[in-house]
Structure formats: structure tokens, C-alpha cells
């Protein structure tokens, strides 16, 4: 026996392998036959015919003008589609348009391949699976009423295409809904989308690099839901209007919003649906953008730095998992009047879990901190101040009840107590003429009300009733303030020694002394007005006499009768002053009572009131067995010399 040759052998394995069976050997059928080739012709022209019928109902934007009857309520427009295979369509320039009773809506899709159901427009349902989406854009703003849109929110929101450029509730009119249309539902399924390009949520816009996965479904008149959806952040910027609120941004965000029902579409309705995992990292833009939600009087600018944090929100309640980290660098913010304030801070916000529920937390420190007038000059500085805050409330969609806080600015120094001047409302009778002081300053407090401490060290000049006063002062300030049922601020506590005193250009009565206490001090919110109780107690009444002598309304009698008083004779008489009065001030109103001041050898009794220009009111002044009064009436001021106590005791009360 000859062997095969190698060749042979491989050609009959081959053929022992790839041979067909014996039964498809065996010539078939002819019905058999007929009927495969039936077959195949049927599939041809069943994809042939999808083919035309899917490019003729996509071509020239058929299938937009299909769904969009009412373009005032939804529009899909693209600029060519095309579909090749069995519900997989090729889309460029899609945009897809959308209005509602609350809120309008747009997203634009430069290039997209998706799986379209094609059998569900029958049923008033837009589908699409597997979506791959390059260049996308998604534009959403709230319609408002007309009187709650500002010029410049009006500029921070995005435009939209056909739409007026203010989104105004009610206008223009939808048309009224017909009761046998369905309207159209959107469903959007595996969405694979890149180079996001832009997302723009009313006045806030998110612009940079983004990849979303996702899905998400609008059911008009019923509800609206985005399904789990994966988002990677790279080199993103949020703005609003032309200031920054951070760039550079980086990380991971994961969100979904479960079924909102059109019944409960409001911003407290879809934030208790949201739960949401974020990390991201950026740079902060700087508090430009605050000057949106602070009076026009007030200019922020500055602020760049870093931020870092994770924000997780679980139905709408931001949980203990939270927490993040900011550096800015120096900010300023210009206030009336030319001042300006300035400092660098961190911040640190975090949230926490107990048996109480959930609370948030921010605490924040602020460095080299200046207060500049208008010269430019520093007016006061601090070189650290601490300010924590407290939330008792989470909830995204529930306003806080409360709002808890802390303050500490263990040493600041005024440079210039003249900036006080420009808190004083443009009154005349008191004003810093020149002064330096440091400040340290404690408290806490929540919306209802305050309270703190401060102890305050100062050497002023000041002008009172055109006559100036340069002393040393040491005050210990205890302040309380109700915000919601007296509002009024209480300073009752408060004491303040006097040293250093000097009237004009006297020199300083370096051994004088004085102390005061304000037993009552309140300030009244509503109506604006102070009350104070004073005790006080002082070396002797020189410096009281010489400053009341130098005001620009006392007689010239009153003055030389004043200046012909010996010095010794005065520190005789008023030595260890002791005294307490009563003082009332409101707009244009202010009236001293039951002023009562006694000396070693003399006792000062007197009440006051004057509205705007006018003065009332009389005082007598005894020292030893000579009584002297001062009357204040229309005429002006006037001694009263014979008979002054009697005068005096038979005056009508006071009112």
C-alpha cells in the first residue's frame, strides 16, 4: 500500500469536516426551494421598504413637523437624519424645544446615533435607546410672573431660540389643550452623551468638558423623572452672568430624580425627589457674582481660590457624608459712603447626624481684615476674626427654621473713629472729630436675637453742640438683641470709664475720673428710639461745666457767669459727683429727665427737651446757699437769680 501524500491527506480531512450532510446532499424540494427564496425576497424588500419609508418620514424634518403641531408647546427640528438599519438613526443638528405652564426648555445635539422605536410615535411616544451624542447643549429657565423678573436676572438667564427673551408667565398664551390629543412623551434611554458642551439651569450656567450617561423621561401632564445618570466633570466652569462662581472644576457627579407628578412640579417637589453623590474640586471664581443678592449700594470683587468637597444628598436631605473646604484670597466689598472692606478666608462646611435630626455647619475664618475710608486709608483693622453658623435643618426643599451663630474677633483696631461718623445718619450734635481704639468682641446669637460682649479702649476728640471733648475711654458693652417680638437691641449693663478729659484746648485733667453705668439702654426698632438710665459717678463737674459753657446755644450770660467761677471753688462744691438722669431720643426728639447730680457742696437738678430746633426745660444749680436757675423757652435761655429753688420746686411735672 502507497501512503497518501501530505497534500492528500490535508484535502481529505478537510473534506471529512467541511462535507455537507447526506440530507443537504440530496436535492431539494422545489416548494422547499420556492419557498427560501421567497424568503429572502420578502427580507429585501422589507428592508428595502423600511429604508424609503424611514428616509422619506425622516427627510426634509418630516418627522419634527409630525410632532411638533402646537411649536409653541414642543419643537423638533434637525438639519438632516437618516436610518439604514431597523430603528438605528443617524441625527445631525438636532434641536429639541420644549414649553410648559412652569418652565421652558432646550437641548441641542450636534451629532447623535440612537435606537428609535418608531412603533411607539404611533402611540404618541418618542423612545430612543442606545443615544450616542456628541456637542450637547441643554438650556432650562423658570417662567415668572412680570413684576418678579429683574432687569438682571432677566440678563443671567439663557436664551432660547423662537421664544421671547423674557420668560413671563402666561405670555404668551399656550393654546388651550385639545381633549382628544395626547400629548407626545419623551424617552430617552442609555444616554451616552460627550463633549457637553454647555448646561444652562436659569441663571446659573455650567460650561466646559462633561460626559453624561444617563437617561430621563418628560411626560407632559403627568410627570418627569431622570433615571440614575453618571456625570465627568473636566475643566468646567459655573458662571452666572458674567462672573464666575468657580472654574477648573473636576470629579465624578451622580444624580437621579425620581417620578416628580405634574401635581407636585415645584422647586420644593423636585428637590425632595433629587438624591445626588458628587467630588469635585476647582478653583473659586472669587463673590462677584454675590452682588446679584446684595443691595446695589454694596460692590463685592475679589475673592479667587480653592475649593474641594463632596456633596451628598439623599431625597432632598444633604447628609452627615457632606462636607467641604475653601481658600479665598483677599475680597472687598465697597459700601456706601466710600468705605471698604477687605480680608482673605477659609471655610469649612460640613453636616452632622443625631438624635435631633440632621444639622449643618460652617465655620469660617477671616484674616487680615481692613476696613478702609474713603481716603483709602485703613480706618480698622483685625487680624483675625471667627464666625461659625449653624442650620438646624438639611432639607433642601424645607426653609430652616433657625440659623445659629458664633462671632469672635478677639482684637480689632480704628485707626480713625471718624468712619463712625458716617453710621450716625448726618446728625450734628455728636460727631468724632479725631479718635483711635481697639475693639474685642465675643457673642452669638440665632434669627430671633443675639448676645455678646465687647470691651472697647479709646482716646477721642469729639464734638458735641459745637463744643469738643478729648478723653480716654474704657467700655464694657453687654449687648441682647430680640429680633422678632420687641425688636429692639439692650445695651443695659454697660459701663464706660472716663479718664484724660479735656474741654477745647484745655489741657487734659489728667487726675479725673469718671465712671459710668447705663442701668437701661435700649434701642427701639419700631419705632426708632433710645432710652437710656444712667448712673455715674465722677472726680468733680469741672469738665461738665466747661463743656456745657463752650455749646454753641448757651447764652453769653450763662458763659460769663460760668467763666467767672473760680476753678478751686467749682472743684470744692462738685467734688465726688454722684448723679443719675434719664434720656429719650428719637427722629428729631430728644428730652433728658430727672437729672439729679450732687457734690461735696453743690446738687445740679434740671430736665430738657428739645424738638428740632426748639428747646424747653430748666435746671437749678446750688451750691451752698446760693441757687441760681437757667430757663429754656421760646425766647431762648434765661438765669433765673432771685427766688431760684422755690422756681424750680413749684414747675409743672415733668411729661
Known amino acids: 500500500m502507497v501512503a497518501p501524500s501530505p497534500a492528500s491527506a490535508g484535502r481529505l480531512l478537510a473534506w471529512s469536516v467541511l462535507k455537507p450532510p447526506a440530507w443537504l446532499s440530496r436535492p431539494a424540494p422545489r416548494t422547499v426551494r420556492r419557498a427560501a427564496v421567497r424568503l429572502v425576497v420578502a427580507a429585501v424588500v422589507l428592508v428595502v421598504a423600511y429604508t424609503v419609508v424611514a428616509n422619506v418620514l425622516l427627510g426634509g424634518g418630516r418627522l419634527g413637523r409630525m410632532l411638533g403641531k402646537h411649536p409653541e408647546r414642543f419643537r423638533l427640528t434637525y438639519a438632516s437624519a437618516s436610518s439604514w438599519w431597523f430603528g438605528r438613526v443617524h441625527v445631525e443638528?438636532?434641536?429639541i424645544r420644549l414649553r410648559d405652564e412652569k418652565l421652558e426648555w432646550e437641548l441641542h445635539i450636534d451629532r447623535a446615533d440612537a435606537t428609535l422605536a418608531l412603533q411607539a410615535l404611533l402611540a404618541h411616544r418618542f423612545h430612543a435607546t442606545r443615544i450616542e451624542a456628541h456637542g450637547v447643549s441643554f438650556r432650562m429657565r423658570l417662567r415668572r410672573e412680570e413684576a418678579a423678573l429683574t432687569p438682571d436676572e432677566l440678563a443671567r438667564l439663557p436664551p432660547i431660540d423662537g421664544f421671547p427673551a423674557a420668560p413671563i408667565a402666561g405670555v404668551p398664551a399656550l393654546p388651550p389643550p385639545d381633549p382628544d390629543s395626547q400629548p407626545f412623551v419623551i424617552d430617552l434611554d442609555g444616554l451616552d452623551l460627550h463633549e457637553v458642551r454647555e448646561v444652562w439651569l436659569d441663571a446659573f450656567r455650567l460650561t466646559g468638558d462633561l460626559t453624561l450617561r444617563g437617561a430621563f423621561t418628560v411626560a407632559p401632564k403627568d410627570h418627569f423623572e431622570v433615571r440614575p445618570t453618571h456625570v465627568e466633570v473636566r475643566d468646567a466652569t459655573l458662571s452666572t452672568g458674567e462672573d464666575v462662581v468657580v472654574g477648573s472644576v473636576q470629579g465624578p457627579l451622580d444624580a437621579r430624580i425620581d417620578p416628580v407628578p405634574q401635581a407636585e412640579g415645584t422647586p420644593q417637589g423636585v428637590l425632595r425627589r433629587v438624591s445626588s453623590r458628587s467630588t469635585l474640586e476647582g478653583k473659586v471664581g472669587g463673590i462677584a457674582f454675590l452682588r446679584?443678592?446684595?443691595?446695589?449700594?454694596?460692590?463685592p470683587s475679589g475673592g479667587e481660590g480653592t475649593f474641594r468637597g463632596a456633596l451628598v444628598v439623599d431625597h432632598g436631605v444633604v447628609t452627615e457624608e457632606s462636607t467641604s473646604h475653601v481658600e479665598q484670597g483677599p475680597w472687598s466689598l465697597a459700601l456706601e459712603d466710600g468705605l471698604r472692606v477687605t480680608a482673605r478666608s477659609t471655610a469649612d462646611v460640613s453636616a452632622a447626624s443625631s438624635d435631633a435630626g440632621r444639622s449643618g455647619h460652617v465655620a469660617i475664618a477671616l484674616v487680615d481684615v481692613v476696613l478702609a475710608g474713603r481716603d483709602g486709608k485703613a480706618a480698622a483693622t483685625s487680624a483675625s476674626m471667627a464666625l461659625e453658623g449653624s442650620l438646624d435643618e438639611t432639607d433642601l426643599a424645607v426653609k430652616p427654621r433657625d440659623v445659629h451663630y458664633a462671632w469672635d474677633a478677639p482684637k480689632t483696631a480704628v485707626e480713625d473713629l471718624r468712619v463712625v461718623n458716617l453710621a450716625l445718619a448726618g446728625q450734628r450734635d455728636f460727631l468724632f472729630e479725631w479718635g483711635k481704639a481697639t475693639v474685642a468682641t465675643k457673642g452669638s446669637g440665632s434669627l430671633r436675637g443675639l448676645k455678646g460682649r465687647a470691651t472697647i479702649e479709646s482716646a477721642a476728640t469729639t464734638e458735641i453742640e459745637g463744643a469738643y471733648l478729648s478723653s480716654r475711654v474704657v467700655a464694657k458693652l453687654?449687648?441682647?438683641?430680640?429680633?422678632?417680638?420687641?425688636?429692639?437691641?439692650?445695651?443695659?449693663g454697660t459701663t464706660l470709664d472716663v479718664s484724660d478729659v479735656a474741654v477745647g484746648k484745655a489741657k487734659p485733667r489728667e487726675a479725673w475720673t469718671s465712671h459710668v453705668e447705663l442701668e437701661k439702654a435700649v434701642v427701639h426698632a419700631r419705632p426708632g428710639s433710645v432710652d437710656l438710665a444712667v448712673k455715674m459717678t465722677a472726680t468733680d463737674g469741672r469738665p461738665a461745666l466747661d463743656l456745657y459753657a463752650a455749646m454753641e446755644d448757651v447764652s453769653p450770660a450763662t458763659r460769663t457767669a460760668l467763666a467767672i467761677?473760680?476753678?478751686?471753688?467749682?472743684?470744692?462744691?462738685?467734688a465726688n459727683l454722684a448723679g443719675a438722669c434719664r434720656i429719650h431720643a428719637a427722629s428729631k426728639v430728644m428730652s433728658l429727665r430727672d437729672l439729679d447730680v450732687r457734690g461735696a457742696g453743690s446738687r445740679v437738678r434740671g430736665m430738657m427737651s428739645k424738638r428740632g430746633d426748639a428747646k424747653t426745660g430748666a435746671f437749678l444749680f446750688e451750691a451752698g446757699p446760693v441757687s441760681i436757675g437757667l430757663a429754656f423757652d421760646a425766647g431762648g435761655a434765661r438765669p433765673i437769680v432771685a427766688g431760684a429753688t422755690d422756681w424750680f420746686t413749684h414747675l409743672p411735672p415733668q411729661e
Open 565 to 574: 467761677v473760680p476753678d478751686a471753688a467749682i472743684d470744692s462744691a462738685t
Open 93 to 95: 443638528g438636532l434641536d
Open 292 to 299: 446679584h443678592y446684595l443691595p446695589p449700594t454694596v460692590a
Open 478 to 492: 453687654a449687648v441682647a438683641a430680640d429680633f422678632v417680638e420687641a425688636r429692639e437691641v439692650v445695651f443695659s
